[in-house]
């Protein structure tokens, strides 16, 4: 069936839209407390993103309805078996969240700081969570004969693991910093530009330490295609230096591209590692849960099919329209956030 | 508390606070649409004000509603994972749906609604307010589809232990979502409308200086609250008897008994379900016909006010009555409190299922251990997100429009912005 292609190339689009979008949020979020010298500039910064903030989280919201949808057989298995990192993961976004759209709503001082100390958290608990749960993924779950599992937070403390975290972290802070320096002009826009170079740096270090682990670990051995997940890692490593040097050379929206696509390669790399698995067991290599056992049936994914035809395009197209209306730098839009 | 009455307990304060805050957001969209296409129309400044006024407290209501429709949306997946594992094929779809057909572009559009002021055309720019109303009000058919199959089940056929659907159109168009719809939305309606005459009715209250801006705003408020509420509530009656024929022990528990003679009582439905499903105790807490009492009595209570309000409007009495602000103000709360009424009568009047007949709430439950920290951590940050959500919005509202943030102007109580900044 073209279910089987379909589905998981959309849902792995909308994973990918969601980390290259809301991990610029994530980015500026974590450095709008060290890079915003007053509350002029913290502002100035948190409305770079400001138009498309809202549009931004949408795409895990949509991620995980196509996933309840279209891999009910995942969905259930997935989030429960990772319960302690998702929530955690889920507090940080809504903390996050709700910081971001309600610091500017204060005028006390006081009041702001304290909103700022929650955008940072709210940035750097999903940086973090999302790059736990994909190595977490990519390394395997004890899943067992139902396919179901259950992990705690001492599954997440894996070198592996820990390592594709910290790179995730980096990423998404380049990510933001290049999307600041892109969007931004200025004093805080050289700035950004600056601590992204060094990001960018430190992430290509993370990610290279990703591949020697994964190769030096037990790691390995869960994945199906370890070629595939090795060139990813290795284009994330390349994508990440070409970055670095754009941003360098002050090509600062070829450079917001280049974190970009860094920004979504680790979706790539579950994707290209575990394909055609969804769920892979960290035990025996070669065994999991199939992506086709976990998709809902026939006649569901039909229906779903009719509407994703005439909505994904819209929907991306609404979101295309957001950044053509909003093309102008910051500063040129009323200042909100 | 048992395992199951934790996650129980998670999943009611995650939907507890999420409508709460989203029977707002829908209440007050369609004002705000309204008011934004009559200024796109006349272009008076009122119209501009009024729009970006009761716009702010809209836009900061909106924060808690989506958050919280975050944790929502995983919910099911973390707490409940055997619903998917049941129910996947069918129950899947309609969330699926509503966040591709209807979330995803509100979210977009109000984000470029909110930065909009000053940038877009005036026709781009309520046309903006205009799908993100309708997107809303997508949403809530999305989710009442999904919440229509756990009350009542249609449309699909289970072999081994799983449900496939079979009839779309049926789910579609199950008369316990499309009833409960139109309940939910009217009763939206209502507290947007009774909100917006009661914040107009604090500052005829404290005789602030914007009288002609809060008098239109009652206006509309009442003009939209006083159907709405008669709707809601025809709509709640229209409703019992699907009940009676679809969950008999949740209109037993209400009513004592669910035929005419009064001879079918709540053992005697229990009698009929043990026969049916097997053994086990189908009678949900006694206190969910507390929880109907409270919210009829606050529908009753509502319509009769604003029917009073509307009909003071005549001659602008209400603004020389000072006693009807006090009650309309005093009202505010009530549609809230309805509200949760509703709910709980709605879901803890179907335990012990999860889908109704078919799967126990204690079949649903993910194998996860205790919920004791996640619990705590997600109603502590409710909570306090909460509580500063509505701080701000009890704010905005007593500054009134002239310390509205929205649109880019008078943060600090200048001068409006004249309405040429909207410009084409």
């Known amino acids: 069936m073209t279910f089987g292609l379909v589905w998981p190339a959309l849902l792995g689009l ?124 990519l390394a395997g779950v004890p899943l067992d004969a139902r396919n179901v599992f259950s992990i705690g937070p001492a599954d997440l403390l894996h070198p592996f693991v820990l390592l594709c975290g910290a790179t995730t972290t980096a990423v998404f802070l380049a990510h933001g910093a290049a999307f600041l320096a892109w969007r931004t002009g200025g004093e805080p826009g050289a700035r950004a530009a600056r601590a992204g170079c060094r990001a960018l740096l430190v992430a290509a270090v993370a990610a290279a330490a990703v591949l020697v682990t994964g190769f030096l670990s037990s790691a390995r051995h869960a994945l199906v295609n370890p070629w595939s997940a090795l060139a990813t890692g290795a284009a994330l490593v ?62 569901t994914l039909r229906i779903l099919t009719v509407f994703a035809a005439v909505m994904v395009p819209l929907m991306v197209l609404s979101q295309v329209w957001n950044w053509w209306m909003f093309r102008d730098r910051a500063g040129r839009t009323r200042t909100y956030l | 508390m048992t395992d199951e009455t934790l996650a129980r307990l998670q999943f009611a304060t995650t939907a507890g606070f999420h409508w709460l805050f989203v029977m707002l957001t829908l209440g007050l969209a369609p004002l705000i649409a309204v008011m934004h296409t009559r200024h796109a129309l006349r272009g008076t400044p009122l119209l501009e004000r009024m729009t970006r006024f009761w716009g ?30 049941y129910a996947g094929n069918v129950f899947g779809a309609p969330l699926a749906l509503e966040t591709i057909v209807a979330f995803f572009a509100e979210s977009t559009f109000l984000g470029m609604w909110i930065f909009g002021w000053g940038k877009l055309p005036k026709a781009v720019h309520v046309t903006l307010i205009w799908l993100v109303t309708l997107t809303a009000y997508a949403s809530a058919y999305w989710i009442m589809v999904a919440n229509g199959f ?15 659907l079979t009839d779309f159109g049926a789910l579609l168009t199950n008369p316990n979502a499309i009833n409960a719809l139109v309940h939910a939305a009217t009763a939206a309606l209502m507290t947007g409308g009774v909100f917006v005459a009661g914040v107009s009715s604090y500052h005829f209250l404290k005789r602030t200086a914007e009288r002609e801006f809060f008098r239109a705003s009652l206006r509309l408020g009442l003009f939209v609250a006083t159907p709405a509420a008669f709707v809601a509530l025809y709509y709640g009656f229209v409703q019992i008897p699907t009940l009676v024929d679809t969950q008999p022990m949740k209109a037993a528990t209400l009513q004592g008994h669910i035929d005419d003679l009064g001879s079918l009582r709540v053992e005697d439905v229990q009698a009929h379900l043990v026969q049916r499903f097997g053994a086990g105790d189908y009678r949900p807490p006694a206190w969910i016909a507390t929880a109907f009492d409270v919210m009829q009595d606050a529908g009753y209570l509502i319509f ?15 603004l020389r009555f000072r006693p009807a602000a006090y009650l309309m103000l005093v009202a505010v709360p009530l549609p809230f409190v309805a509200a949760l009424g509703g709910w709980l009568l709605r879901e803890v009047g179907r335990q012990p299922w999860a889908v109704y007949g078919e799967l126990t709430a204690a079949a649903a439950r993910s194998p996860v251990g205790s919920m004791t920290a996640s619990l705590v951590l997600f109603c502590g940050v409710f909570l306090a997100l909460a509580v500063a959500d509505v701080a701000l919005i009890v704010r905005y509202a007593r500054r009134g429009p002239a310390g509205t943030d929205l649109g880019g102007a008078s943060g600090d109580g200048q001068p409006e912005r004249p309405a040429s900044s909207l410009a084409l």
Do not use: K
């Open chain 2, 56 to 85: 702010q407290i809209y836009v900061v209501n909106y924060v808690l509603g989506v958050v919280t429709g975050l944790v929502m949306e995983f919910q099911f997946g973390l707490a409940w994972s055997g619903l998917a594992e």
């Open chain 1, 238 to 299: 390349v994508v990440l230096l070409t970055g670095a040097a754009l941003l360098r050379a002050g090509r600062t929206g070829r450079a917001f591209a280049a974190t970009s696509c860094a920004a979504a390669l680790p979706v790539v790399a579950l994707g290209a590692g575990l394909h055609p698995f969804a769920l892979v067991t960290s035990g025996t290599p070669g065994a999991g849960l199939r992506l086709a056992e976990a998709m809902a049936e026939a006649g």
């Open chain 2, 304 to 318: 009769l006010l604003v029917v009073v309000a509307l009909v003071l409007l005549h001659r602008d009495w209400y």
């Open chain 1, 14 to 137: 909308l994973l990918a839209g969601y980390f290259g979008l809301a991990g610029f949020d994530y980015g500026v979020q974590m450095l709008t407390p060290c890079l915003g010298r007053d509350d002029r500039e913290r502002r100035a910064l948190l409305n770079a993103f400001g138009p498309f903030f809202l549009g931004n989280e949408v795409w895990l919201v949509a991620a995980a309805g196509v996933l309840f949808g279209a891999f009910p057989f995942l969905e259930g298995r997935l989030l429960s078996g990772m319960y302690f990192p998702f929530a955690a993961i889920l507090a940080g976004i809504v903390v996050g969240n709700a910081a971001v759209q309600l610091r500017s709503r204060h005028r006390g001082a006081s009041a702001r700081r304290l909103w700022d100390g929650l955008i940072f958290l709210g940035g750097l608990v999903p940086a973090v969570g999302w790059g736990l749960v994909t190595g977490r993924l």
């Open chain 2, 150 to 164: 756990l009350q009542h089940p249609v449309g699909h056929e289970v072999r081994g232990g799983v449900a496939y």
